[in-house]
C-alpha cells in the first residue's frame, strides 16, 4: 500500500498543474452534485416535513359565511370519510396593495392569528415584531422576499375603496398559502381580526380544514346542496360559491419549480462528471505513453500490472475524494442563494440542513465511478511487457496508417500535418468532440433557457399555460352575461372578450380536478393542447397529459366525470397550470351536462396593442360596479407570475453558461496542455528541421479546431433540437407536456460561434508554451 | 571560402545555480567544402559547439557568422527559417517524425522550402533510392526500420533541401558496425559532391571520414588537422589522425 501511495505522489507531483485542473472539476462538479440532490430531496423533504409540523389538512374549503349553517358542519361531522376536520373564521376579500414599486389587486384571505388550531397551522418565519402593535399583520414570506414589504412598514389593504392601515409585524408560512389558487392568506391579531370581521361582515368565511375526504369536487357539490342561498344584498361570484383546494394542488404548484430546477442543476453536473472521467482517461493513457518506460523500469524490479494500475487509482481516487470533499462546502455556502431566489416562486423558507449523508453517498458515488474508470483504463498496463515498454513503448505507437500521405496531398503542409495528427490521434480527437459537443450541449441549452426567460417571455409565458388575456371580469352569473360580454367586447380598446371558467369536477380514478370550460376553445389564444384537439362537443374532453399517464387513457378512449359518471370522449391532451397540473378542458355544454346550473361568468378580455390594462380595468371597474366582483389586470398579474419562474430560470441559465464556459477552458487547458507536453519531442524535431513557432501553434490549434468545431456544432445543434423534449420531461412535475420554448437559430449559431472561437483563442493560449519547446532541449535532454 | 566563423564565442550554462561555461571565447573558421569532425572527451563542449554552429542554440557571448551573415542575434523563428535553408542535420537518435511515413518526414522538411511540391518528391525519391532504401521501406513509419535505415532516411531528410552544410552529431553512435558503416559512406558522398559536413564524433572510424579535425576540450579549441580528402584505407591518414588524437591527449 505504502509503495501504491508512493507512485501515485509521484504521479501527482509530475503534473501539478493537470492535477490542479482536475481537482477544479471534481470540485464544481462535486458542489453542483451536492446543491442539486440537497434541494431535490431537501426541498422535497421540507415540504413534507413542514406539511406535517404544521398538521396540514388534506383538503381546504372556503365557504363564505351567507352559505354556511350547521347542516355543512353536520355534513363532515357525518362524512365516513373524514377523519378531522376543523372550522375557523376568515374574511375573503379582493385586495390591492403595493407590490415593489406598483400596487397590486389580488384574491387575500384574511385570518384570526389568535384563533387556535390543530389543522393546518401556520408559523413564522424569520423575525417578527416583539411589541406588537394594534394594526398589526403577518403576511406571507413572498412579501418579504419578493413584494418589498419589510417588518414594521406600514402596509395599506384597499378593500372595496376603503382603505385599512396595518403595521408589518411578522411573515408567516403555511402549506396552503397559494396566490394562483386561492390568494394570499394574510393573520391579524384576534382584536383587529373582530374589527376587520365587523366592518366586512360580507366578506366572512369559514375555512374548513378536513382530513381524510377522497373527493372534494363531490363535496363542493353536496355542500353546495346543502348550503343557504346567499342575501340579497351580500357580494357574489366567490362569495357566492364554496371554493376548495388540496394538499396534492398545492404540492404540485410549490414544489414544482425547485424539482425542475435541482433535475436541471443534476443532468448538467452529470456531464461535467462525465467530462472529467473522459479527461481521466485521457490523461492516463497519456500518462502510459509518456511514461511506459518508467513503466517497464517498474516491472522489471518487480511491479506487477496490477500494483502499477492501483497506482494510478490511487491517485484519480484521491483527487475524485479530495475535491469532491472540497466541493461540499461551496455547495453550502451557495445553498442559501438557491433556496432564496426558489422562495421567491414557492413562497417557502427553505433553509437547507446539513444532509451528512447525501454528502457522503455523493463523494462515495463519485469516488466509485472514478475508481471504476481509472481502473478499466488503467488495466492495459498488462499489456505491457518490460522489454517492449523499456525499449520504448512500441505497444502504445502504433502508428498505423499513414493518413494524408504528403506525397499526394494538395492541402497546404500546416493543414496536411494538421489533419494527419487529428486522423491519427483520432481517439483524442473524438474525446475532444464528445467533451465539446457535451459542454456546448450544456451551454446551448442554457442559453436558450436564459433567452426564453429573460429576454423574450413570449413562449414562455405560454408555459404556464395560463389563457393570455390582457384583462378578467369576473360578472355576477345572475346578471346576463351574454350582454355583458357582447358589451365589452364592443368596446373600442377590445378586439375579443370571451367567457373560459373554471369548474371543479371529479374524474374517475383521479378525484377532483378543475375544469378549463369555454364555448369555443378554437378562439382560445394560449394553446393548452399539445396533443389531438379541443372539445368541441358536450361529450368530448381534453384531459391533462399528467392525468392520461395516471389512468393509462389516451386520445379515443372514453373517461368519466362527474359524480353521475358522465362518459366523455378524450379529444386531446392538455398540460399548464391554468386549473392545476391534473386538469380536463370541457365545452360549456359539456360542463353542464356535470352540473346544469353552470353559469359562465369569467371574461377573459384581449386589449388591442398598446392600451393600458391597468387603465382598462380602473374603467371596467366603474362601468360594472355592480355587475362584477373582479376585475383583473392579467398583465400585471402574468408579469407578476411569470417573473418567479423567470428569475430561477435566468439565474439556473447563467450559472450553467458561466460553468460550461469554466469547463471548456479548463478541459481544453488541461487536454491542449498535455498534448503539447506529451509531443514536446515532435516539436522539437520540427524546429530543428525549421517550422517557426508560429506555423507549429497553427499546425497544432488547427488540428484542435476539427474537433471542436464538430464537436460544438454537435452538441449545439443536439441542444437546440432536443430543448423542448428535455424541457417537457424535466418539467413534468409542473404539468408541462410539451414545451415550445423559442429556438432562435441565430442565438444558437451565435453561441456556437462564441464557444468555437473561444476554443480556438484558448487553444493558440496554450499552444503559445510551443515557443518555449527548444530544439536544442530535443538533444540534450 | 570560410563557410561559418566564429568570434569570442562563449556559451555559458546555469546548473544548481552554479555557472558552467561550456564554450570559451572560441574564435573558429569553418571552410565550405569541408568534412570538418569535431571531437574531444565527454563534456568538452563538442555538441553544444555544433548546436550553437548550426542556430538550434543561440551562443551566450560572441558572434557566429554563416556566409558572412550574422547569425547568433536572430530571433528563434528567424533561426528556423535559417536552419530550413541552409543547414541538415543528422542526430544520434535520429529524431525522425514517429508519426509519419518515411517518405513523409522527408516531405515534411522538403515542402517548407519549396513550392514545386513535385520536385521535391521526385528529389525525396531519388535520395531514398540512393541511400538503399526500398520503396517499400518509404512508406514504412520510423519505428518500423531498423536503426540503420532510419538513420539512412535521417540524411535524405537532412539534405532534402540541399542545405550548404550538414551538421551531424555522433550519426553513427546509435548503430552496429555495418549500418554505421553505410552511413558515414552516405555523409562521405555528400560531401565528396561539395557539401559541406560538420560532424561531432568520438569514433575513431568515423573520424577519418572528415578532412579536417577539431579537436575541443573544456570549452576551447585545443588544436587542428588537416588529413586531407577522405580515401578508404589509406593507413597514412588514419596514422595522423592517431598522432594528432595522442598529441591532444586522447
Partial sequence: ?781 | MTLIKTSKLSKSFSSGGAQQHILKNLDLEIYEGDFTVIMGPSGAGKSTLLYALSGMDKPTLGSIQFLGQEISKLSNDKLAVFRREHCGFVFQQMFLLDNMSIIDNVLAAGYLVSADRKAIVDRAKKLLTQVGLSEQEWRKFPTQLSGGEAQRAAIVRALINHPKVVFADEPTGALNLASGKAVLDILTQTNQNGQSVIMVTHDLRSARRGNRILYISDGVIRGTCDLGHYVSGSKERHDKLITFLEEMGW
Fill in chain 1, 1 to 781: 500500500m505504502k509503495k501504491l501511495v508512493l507512485l501515485a505522489k509521484a504521479n501527482v507531483r509530475k503534473a501539478k498543474g493537470q492535477t490542479a485542473i482536475l481537482v477544479m472539476l471534481f470540485l464544481i462538479a462535486s458542489m453542483m452534485l451536492n446543491i442539486g440532490i440537497i434541494t431535490l430531496a431537501g426541498f422535497g423533504s421540507f415540504f413534507e416535513r413542514t406539511t406535517e409540523e404544521l398538521n396540514t389538512s388534506d383538503v381546504y374549503f372556503i365557504v363564505p359565511e351567507a352559505l354556511f349553517n350547521p347542516d355543512i358542519e353536520q355534513y363532515f361531522q357525518n362524512h365516513s370519510e373524514v377523519t378531522e376536520f376543523q372550522i375557523n373564521e376568515g374574511l375573503q376579500v379582493a385586495a390591492t396593495f403595493d407590490w415593489r414599486d406598483d400596487s397590486l389587486t389580488n384574491g387575500m384571505s384574511i385570518q384570526n392569528k389568535d384563533e387556535v388550531r390543530n389543522l393546518s397551522q401556520w408559523m413564522y418565519v424569520g423575525e417578527r415584531l416583539s411589541d406588537v402593535p394594534d394594526n398589526a399583520i403577518y403576511l406571507p414570506y413572498t412579501f418579504d422576499l419578493v413584494g418589498g414589504h419589510e417588518l414594521g412598514d406600514e402596509l395599506t389593504l384597499t378593500i372595496d375603496d376603503e382603505d385599512f392601515v396595518f403595521t408589518v409585524a411578522g411573515f408567516t408560512e403555511n402549506i396552503y398559502q397559494d396566490r394562483m389558487l386561492l390568494g394570499d392568506t394574510v393573520f391579524v391579531p384576534a382584536q383587529g381580526f373582530q374589527e376587520l370581521s365587523d366592518e366586512l361582515a360580507e366578506y366572512r368565511t369559514s375555512l374548513i380544514f378536513a382530513n381524510g375526504l377522497e373527493n372534494y369536487a363531490k363535496a363542493v357539490t353536496e355542500l353546495m346542496e346543502l348550503a343557504d342561498s346567499p342575501s340579497a344584498d351580500s357580494p357574489e361570484g366567490l362569495m357566492s360559491t364554496i371554493r376548495a383546494t388540496d394538499l396534492n394542488a398545492s404540492t404540485e404548484a410549490r414544489t414544482g419549480m425547485p424539482v425542475m430546477t435541482s433535475t436541471m442543476v443534476i443532468i448538467f453536473t452529470v456531464v461535467i462528471v462525465a467530462v472529467c472521467l473522459l479527461v481521466i482517461r485521457f490523461r492516463i493513457a497519456n500518462s502510459i505513453e509518456e511514461d511506459v518506460q518508467k513503466i517497464g523500469s517498474l516491472q522489471s524490479v518487480g511491479y506487477t500490472s496490477r500494483q502499477i494500475t492501483l497506482s494510478f487509482v490511487a491517485q484519480y481516487g484521491l483527487i475524485a475524494l479530495l475535491a469532491g470533499l472540497a466541493g461540499i462546502l461551496p455547495a453550502y455556502l451557495m445553498l442559501p442563494s438557491l433556496s432564496d431566489v426558489l422562495a421567491q416562486q414557492s413562497g417557502l423558507s427553505w433553509r437547507p440542513d446539513l444532509e451528512p449523508v447525501i454528502n457522503l453517498v455523493i463523494l462515495a458515488a463519485l469516488v466509485f465511478v472514478v475508481i471504476a474508470a481509472t481502473f478499466l483504463t488503467a488495466w492495459k498496463v498488462r499489456k505491457v511487457s518490460p522489454v517492449q515498454a523499456l525499449r520504448g513503448g512500441l505497444t502504445t505507437h502504433s502508428f498505423k496508417r499513414n493518413y494524408v500521405p504528403l506525397e499526394r496531398s494538395r492541402l497546404p503542409l500546416t493543414l496536411a500535418l494538421s489533419s494527419k495528427s487529428v486522423l491519427q490521434k483520432m481517439r483524442q480527437s473524438v474525446m475532444l468532440l464528445i467533451i465539446l459537443a457535451a459542454t456546448s450541449f450544456t451551454a446551448v441549452f442554457a442559453v436558450i433557457l436564459f433567452y426564453n426567460s429573460a429576454v423574450d417571455l413570449s413562449a414562455f409565458e405560454q408555459v404556464p399555460g395560463i389563457e393570455r388575456s390582457n384583462a378578467l371580469i369576473v360578472f355576477d352569473p345572475a346578471e346576463d352575461t351574454d350582454r355583458l360580454m357582447s358589451e365589452v367586447a364592443a368596446h373600442e380598446d377590445v378586439w375579443m372578450a370571451q367567457y373560459m371558467d373554471i369548474e371543479w369536477v371529479h374524474v374517475e380514478d383521479i378525484g377532483t380536478v378543475g375544469a378549463i370550460t369555454m364555448t369555443d376553445f378554437s378562439t382560445k389564444v394560449t394553446n393548452n393542447i399539445y396533443e389531438g384537439v379541443p372539445p368541441r362537443y358536450d361529450n368530448e374532453v381534453a384531459i391533462a397529459g399528467a392525468i392520461s399517464n395516471m389512468v393509462d387513457l389516451g386520445i379515443g378512449d372514453e373517461i368519466r366525470i362527474g359524480s353521475d359518471e358522465e362518459p366523455f370522449l378524450i379529444t386531446g391532451l392538455s398540460q399548464g397550470m391554468q386549473a392545476g397540473v391534473l386538469s380536463v378542458s370541457l365545452t360549456q355544454d359539456g360542463a353542464r351536462r356535470i352540473s346544469p346550473d353552470f353559469t359562465q361568468s369569467q371574461l377573459m378580455v384581449y386589449l388591442n396593442d398598446g392600451i393600458d390594462a391597468a387603465e382598462f380595468v380602473l374603467e371596467m371597474e366603474e362601468v360594472y360596479y355592480d355587475e362584477a366582483f373582479i376585475v383583473g389586470d392579467m398583465d400585471e398579474a402574468f408579469a407578476e407570475g411569470v417573473s418567479g419562474f423567470a428569475s430561477i430560470f435566468s439565474m439556473v441559465g447563467i450559472a450553467i453558461v458561466a460553468i460550461a464556459g469554466f469547463v471548456i477552458v479548463l478541459v481544453l487547458y488541461f487536454v491542449l496542455g498535455s498534448t503539447v507536453i506529451r509531443q514536446r519531442r515532435e516539436l522539437g524535431i520540427q524546429k530543428a528541421i525549421g517550422y517557426t513557432t508560429m506555423s507549429l501553434m497553427n499546425q497544432m490549434s488547427i488540428g484542435f479546431t476539427l474537433p471542436i468545431i464538430l464537436g460544438t456544432a454537435a452538441g449545439s445543434v443536439l441542444a437546440a433540437l432536443n430543448f423542448n423534449t428535455l424541457m417537457a420531461a424535466g418539467g413534468a412535475a409542473t404539468g408541462l407536456m410539451r414545451s415550445e420554448m423559442l429556438i432562435n437559430p441565430a442565438l444558437v449559431a451565435f453561441t456556437a460561434l462564441g464557444m468555437i472561437v473561444l476554443s480556438y483563442l484558448i487553444s493558440l493560449l496554450i499552444t503559445w508554451r510551443i515557443r518555449k519547446v527548444s530544439a536544442y532541449a530535443l538533444v540534450t535532454e
